[in-house]
């Protein structure tokens, strides 16, 4: 697990640039770092050894030296590819899946992707062809990001190493402002920074000689071989064997490997299938003499099977301190509240062990969102109610703000792709329009994202909606924060339910096997039945919660929000007088902590990225690169 850093045709650049922009990554690899260089590219590495630790430097070379290799992750299957590389002359001078790499990408070009189970993102510089090529895993466990002006071609784990780069301009791409404050991240390969663009999940790019970057997709999840004849119980046996398979190759490394464990059944599940194999320490977060904690179920599951658990504990203070430092280390703006007691788990757990398991994906997989329920009344009534009765009833139900089924009618008369509490998921258009100060950059959230569910359109509600939660919600938030606060710790975390082999099969599932009436995730729960006591396997899911909406009605957590939402950046951008309409309704009791939380964390990331623009007290850069 590492990070790293590279650009190309800068010869006006200092020599010590590529160190520098490795620094400010050295969280991701705090064990090891190298370089290369050559008239065209400048390459930099930082490691965090988990496979081979005597071996594995990097950057590494192909036999010939004509091509040079960076790479972040682990290859899952790297010693069955090996063998293949073997049968064609390849030799092997260490154990590392990163040589597997190398020669692969020698082999097999682009193709080498097809082959890979795991997580990664990594670049290889041909000096042959003078070119870079860049590829992320299937689901965009690993980061990686790219800036390109015309001019200036630089790549990275994290955005925050440009800013290291004498060429590298920075720019709050405003546009985006919008979309950020509908969805709480950037549902595309763009960025909140100008120029700069992710490498999507299951994309690789190629940045020619010329200039030039084209960008493929090798892969992209879908649901084109449904099964509807599989039942449940075919459906859990299934289950239990990949994911019991699936745990077994996530648990592949050099060094003591724990587990993440809250209270519901995804990670007691993963950890479970870890215990089976050999002793395994779990680490779960809560709050003292609160009723968000979850300890008191984590520790009693860990007991009955035997393991050792370590709580760990934050509080309000540590919640709040810790924030601005969260937006550094997150590169864009992510406003969900668990991120923080992500960090602090990582920060517990990497005091024990380098590497943890945990349960994400899950959800989005076999279907664990209650959300996705809504879609059975939504599609009787779209069935029975003419599609014109229901515009007519949702433009009358718009007119009296406090009818109580007003949602349900407005909704109704809406395409999913406008209706899913994803797509507006922290504010909608018209509340946009309210605290925007330029409410001209307003845009249609819908229209945004709507290419995803037109992908899916002849599949039924449900299966719409996971799909839309694994292309947007899973990369740009659950594994965007996962990947952040566990490095911004020095701790690599595994997801294996967030898998090549596990999404293979999760993709023939029918509905009735992932979501009944009154019940999610019906497959998992019954496959979990046979591994873990019912009261887990039937629980029901709570989150990751914490008592954020409470804290921000009493001081002095108030009257931080209060300076923020009169700061220069709240004036920069929004209506102030209608942020404090909102802050004053949630301390009267109408719950609006996503959209004041939101509204906050944007605050403090644009006060941390761009100082320069504010007279605030900011967060300094450097002095965040050693927090």
């Known amino acids: ?76 299957n790297y010693k069955e590819i090996r063998a293949d590389l073997q049968k064609l002359g390849y030799e092997f001078q260490t154990d590392v899946d990163s040589e597997v790499l190398i020669h692969g990408y020698d082999a097999w070009g682009p193709k080498l992707l097809d082959r ?12 042959t062809k003078n070119e870079v090529f860049g590829a992320r895993d299937h689901f965009g466990i690993k980061p990686m990001y790219y800036y390109d002006d015309g001019k200036t071609f630089l790549w990275a784990s994290e955005i925050k190493a440009f800013l ?49 970057t084209e960008t493929h997709r090798y892969f992209k999840f879908n649901y084109d071989h449904i099964d509807n004849s599989q039942t449940v119980e075919e459906d859990a046996k299934k289950i239990r064997g990949i994911v019991d398979e699936s745990v077994k190759a ?20 993963v950890l479970n299938e870890a215990s089976k194999l050999k002793p395994i320490q779990s680490f779960s977060l809560g709050f003292k003499n609160s009723k968000y904690s979850e300890l008191s179920w984590s520790t009693e599951f860990a007991k009955e099977i035997k393991q050792k658990n370590t709580p760990l504990y934050m509080t309000g203070e540590d919640y709040f301190d810790i924030l601005p430092t969260i937006m550094y280390y997150m590169d864009e703006p992510l406003s969900n509240p668990s991120a923080m007691q992500l960090y602090y788990l990582s920060k517990g757990t990497r005091e024990s062990v380098k590497v943890a398991l945990s349960g994400e ?65 922290v504010f909608d258009y018209h509340d946009r329009n309210k605290i925007l100060k330029n409410p001209k950059l307003n845009q249609d959230a819908g229209a945004y994202t709507k290419h995803l569910f037109d992908d899916v359109k002849g599949l039924d509600e449900m299966t719409q909606m996971q799909y839309f939660d694994i292309n947007t919600w899973l990369p740009y938030d659950i594994l965007h924060k996962a990947d952040r606060m566990s490095m911004a710790n020095s701790l690599e975390v595994r997801t294996p339910l967030v898998d090549k082999e596990v999404a293979k099969f999760a993709a023939t599932m029918p509905v009735k096997t992932r979501i009944h009436t009154d019940e999610t995730k019906v497959s998992l729960r019954t496959a979990a039945e046979a591994e873990l006591p019912e009261r887990v396997a039937k629980k029901e899911k709570m989150g990751f919660p914490s008592p954020i909406a409470t804290w921000i009605k009493t001081e002095p957590y108030k009257s931080r929000i209060i300076e923020a939402f009169n700061s220069d950046v709240a004036h920069k951008f929004f209506d102030t007088e209608a942020l404090m309409d909102i802050l004053r309704e ?34 300094d850069l450097v002095h965040r690169t050693q927090v």
């Open 1 to 76: 697990m590492c990070g790293f850093v590279g650009y190309v045709n800068q010869k006006d650049v200092p020599a010590t640039t590529i160190n520098d922009m490795a620094d400010r990554i050295k969280h991701r690899g705090p064990d090891d770092e190298a370089y290369f260089s050559d008239d065209q590219a400048v390459m930099g590495f930082r490691r965090l050894s988990i496979i081979d630790l005597a071996h594995g430097k990097q950057p590494m070379y192909n036999r010939d030296q004509t091509k040079v290799l960076t790479f972040n992750g682990e290859i899952y």
């Open 116 to 127: 890979l189970r795991g997580m990664y993102a990594f670049a290889i510089y041909d000096k």
């Open 164 to 212: 290291e780069h004498p060429n590298f301009k920075k720019e709050f791409n405003e546009t985006l402002l919008p979309i950020h404050l509908s969805f709480e991240f950037i549902p595309s390969r763009d960025t909140m920074f100008k120029n700069v663009y992710k490498v999507l999940p299951g994309q690789y790019f190629i940045h020619h000689a010329n200039g030039e």
């Open 250 to 269: 996530h648990m592949i490394a050099d060094v003591e490997v724990g587990s993440f464990l809250s209270s519901g059944i995804d990670s007691s599940y």
């Open 361 to 425: 994906g899950a959800d989005e997989f076999f279907g664990g969102y209650n959300t996705y329920l809504e879609a059975i009344p939504f599609e009787r009534y779209q069935k029975w109610v003419p599609k014109g009765i229901r515009k007519m009833l949702g433009g009358i139900a718009e007119k009296f703000p406090r009818f109580h089924g007003r949602r349900f009618l407005v909704r109704g008369a809406q395409p999913l792709s406008e209706r899913y509490y994803r797509v507006n998921y």
């Open 586 to 619: 949630h301390i009267n009791g109408k719950s609006s902590m996503q959209k004041i939380f939101t509204i906050y964390t944007f605050i403090l990331w644009y006060e941390v990225y761009f100082p320069e623009d504010t007279t605030a007290k900011t967060v």
